[in-house]
C-alpha cells in the first residue's frame, strides 16, 4: 500500500466543526457514500434517530449541501440534531484507494477526520470499502500494529432467534493465532455492545471439534483461548453449520475464509428463498396457499432481509468506523447507522483499547517465540 | 499418521471372488458402514440398480451374511447380480483409523481391497469417514504424492437446476498452488464422468475477482491456470456466492475453506428452510395456505434435499472410493452409488490419470522453484 506522509489534524478541514459537545452522542455521516446518496442516508439516518430516542444524538452530514438540505427537509427531526458539513467533493465507488487517499476534501476524508478531531464519536459510510479502509487507517490508525487492515465484523443472523457476530469477512487473508485472538479480543468488546451481552461465547471457526483438527494457526489460537485469556468467554472450535445454529455469540476466523462463509451464506440463502418462491407460484393453487400465508411470509422475510444484519464495524482503530453495504435502502442504512449509535454509546472504546493492549501484554507472543510443533491427525 | 507394513494382494481376502468379468462393472459394498447398515445399504443399492438399467451391473455385498440375506431377499432384482462376501467384522463409526489399519476382515477393508485386487470397480462406503480415507490411502495408494489425504469432492444444487462440484472439502486443510491445480485436473475429470459435460468450467474461489486479491498459493495457482493448463477449461477467480449461482461447473479451493464453506451453506439453507416452515405453520390461515401449496413445496423440497447431492469421491486413488453420508436412508444412499457406477462406467480411472501424470510433468513445480514475489493490494 503506498502511505502519503500522515496528515496532522491542523490540515485537515474540520476544525470549523468543533468538539463533540458534553452529554453528547455525535455521529458523523458520509452522506455521500453509496449507490444513492443522500436520497438514503438522510432518511435512513432519520430512522435511527427515531428508534434511539435517547435525546442525547446529534449528526454530522458531510457532503453536498444542495444535494442534502431538501432531503433534510423531510426529516424535520433529524434537522433539529443535524448540522451539515458542505463540500462538493466525494470518492466514487471505483475509485482507487490511494487516489481518495489525497483527496482531503471528499465527504468520506471530512467524515472520518471528525471522528479523529474529536468532533464526532462514530463515522458511518456506504461507500467505496478499499477507500474507507485506506483513509480509516491512515486518519485514525490502528490500536494494534501487526494488523495490515481493520477487520471486518458481521452480523449474522442464527436459529436462537438473535443476532451472532463474524470476523474477520474479508480485509486479512491471512491470519495468525495472535491476530486469531485479537479478533476475539475486537468480537467480544463488538457484540458486548451492540448485542448488549455481558460475557458472549467466543468460537473458533475449524473443519472439527478435536483439538488436533485444523491448521497451525487456529489450533495454537485454540490452545491459547483454551488456557484463558482474560475477558474472552471461550467455547472451543466450532464448524461452518453453527454460525447458523447461534452455537455461540462470536466466531473467529481468517478473513478469507470469513468472507467466502459469508457470500456463500448469503448466495445459499438467495437460492433457497428463491426455491421457495418458484415453489409458491408454480401453480394456480400454489399461489392462493402463497396469499393466504402471505402476512407469516412477510414477517419471515424480515428475518433473513441482509438489510436487518447491514452495518459491519471496521475493528481496531482508534476510532469508530461502521461501513454499510454500497446498495443498502433506507431501512438497510438506518440498522447500519444504530450500530454506530451502540458502540459510540457504549464503553466499547475504551474496552477494547484496554482489552487489546491487555492481551498483547499477557498473551501475545513476537514473532521470535517458538512455534508449536505441528501435529499430525493420527 | 501411523504406517503399518503395507499389504500385498495376496495377503488380503479377495482373492475368493475373482476379477472382475469382461463387460461387467462391478460395485463393492460395504453393507456394514453407516448409521444404518444393510437395512439402508442393500434397498439403496437396489434402487441404483434398478436407475441405471444397463445390465451390465454387478454387485458385491461385503458383510454380515445373516444380516445381509433378509434384505437381499426383498430386492430380487438385485439378487440376482450381487453376491454376498460374508465377514462378520465391521469398523465402528467412531473407531479409531489407526485401529482400523490393523483390522484386515472388516467389511470395509475387503470392500477397498476387493478394488485393488480387480475383482471390483469401485467401492461405496457410508461407514468412519477417517478409516475410509486412511484405509483407501494405504491399500488403493494415491497417484499423486504429494498430497497427504485424497480430496473429497461434491455436488452442490445451483441457481442453474444442476450440480455444481465443490472440493476439497474436507480432507487437506493447506493446500499450495500444485495442489490447486491438482485439484481442478481431478474436479474436471470427476465433474466430466458424473455430470457429463465434456470440458466443464473451472474456478477458484477467493475473496474477489481481481489477479491482487486473496492469498499467494490461490494467485499462484491462478496465474498458472491463466496462462492454460492442458483439459482445463479456467474461467478464473469466483466468490461464494458464485457456488449457489452456478457461474461455473468446478469450484476449486483448500480443504479448510472448502469444508466450512459446505457447512456454512448447509446450515443455512436448514434455517433459511426451517423460517419458512415456522411462517408456513404459524396461524391458521398459513397453514391452510401450506396444504395448498403443498405438491408444489414437496417438489421442491427434492431440489434441496442432502440426500440429493450424496456420494463424495475420494479423488486421485488408484481406484474409484465413493463416500456416502453416514446418516444416509435408502434414497441418498442410492444416489452415491450411482456415483460410483457413473465413474466406474465411464473413462475416468484413465483420465484422471493421464490428466495427472500430464498436469505434474508440464506444469507442477518441485519444491525447489522459486516461489513468485508476495504481490500486496495496493
Not at 154 to 182: F, H, R
Request: aromatic share 4%.
Amino acid at each position: 500500500m503506498s502511505s502519503p506522509d500522515p496528515i496532522s489534524p491542523s490540515e485537515t478541514p474540520v476544525g470549523s466543526i468543533g468538539v463533540a459537545p458534553e452529554g453528547t452522542v455525535v455521529i458523523a455521516i458520509d452522506a455521500m457514500g453509496g449507490d444513492h446518496g443522500p436520497r438514503v442516508t438522510v432518511p435512513g439516518t432519520a430512522e435511527a434517530l427515531k428508534r434511539d430516542g435517547s435525546g442525547r444524538l446529534r449528526f454530522l452530514l458531510h457532503g453536498d449541501e444542495a444535494l442534502i438540505a431538501p432531503e433534510l427537509a423531510k426529516c424535520p427531526e433529524l434537522k433539529a440534531v443535524a448540522t451539515i458539513v458542505h463540500t462538493d467533493q466525494s470518492v466514487a465507488m471505483d475509485e482507487k484507494p490511494a487516489q481518495a487517499l489525497r483527496r482531503r476534501t471528499t465527504s468520506l476524508f471530512m467524515a472520518i477526520s471528525s471522528v479523529k478531531s474529536g468532533a464526532a464519536h462514530a463515522v458511518v459510510s456506504a461507500g467505496n470499502t478499499g477507500a474507507l479502509m485506506a483513509l480509516s487507517k491512515m486518519i485514525l490508525k490502528m490500536i494494534t500494529e501487526d494488523l495490515e487492515r481493520p477487520p471486518i465484523a458481521c452480523s449474522w443472523p442464527n436459529a436462537k432467534g438473535g443476532m451472532g457476530t463474524v470476523l474477520d469477512v474479508g480485509a486479512n487473508v491471512t491470519s495468525d493465532a495472535n491476530q486469531l485472538i485479537e479478533f476475539a479480543v475486537m468480537g467480544t468488546a463488538f457484540h458486548r455492545a451492540v448485542r448488549g451481552k455481558d460475557k458472549p461465547t467466543v468460537g473458533l471457526l475449524n473443519v472439527g471439534s478435536e483439538d488436533v483438527k485444523g491448521h497451525e494457526e487456529v489450533r495454537e489460537a485454540h490452545r491459547i483461548l483454551r488456557e484463558g485469556v482474560d475477558g474472552i468467554n471461550y467455547y472451543g472450535f466450532v464448524e461452518g453449520d453453527d454460525i447458523g445454529k447461534g452455537t455461540v455469540d462470536v466466531v473467529v476466523t481468517d478473513g478469507f475464509t470469513g468472507n467466502i462463509a459469508l457470500k456463500t451464506a448469503e448466495g445459499t440463502a438467495k437460492f433457497v428463498k428463491n426455491l421457495f418462491k418458484d415453489a409458491l407460484t408454480s401453480s394456480l393453487l400454489s399461489k392462493l396457499g402463497a396469499l393466504l400465508a402471505a402476512p407469516a411470509l412477510r414477517a419471515m422475510a424480515k428475518t433473513v432481509d441482509p438489510g436487518a444484519a447491514n452495518g459491519g464495524p471496521l475493528l481496531g482503530l482508534n476510532g469508530i468506523v461502521v461501513k454499510s453495504h454500497g446498495g443498502a435502502e433506507a431501512w438497510a442504512y438506518s440498522n447500519a447507522v444504530s450500530v454506530a449509535i451502540s458502540l459510540a454509546a457504549s464503553a466499547y472504546a475504551t474496552d477494547i483499547r484496554k482489552a487489546l493492549a491487555y492481551v498483547r501484554k499477557a498473551h501475545v507472543a513476537s514473532p521470535e517465540t517458538p512455534q508449536m510443533a505441528d501435529e499430525k491427525v493420527s
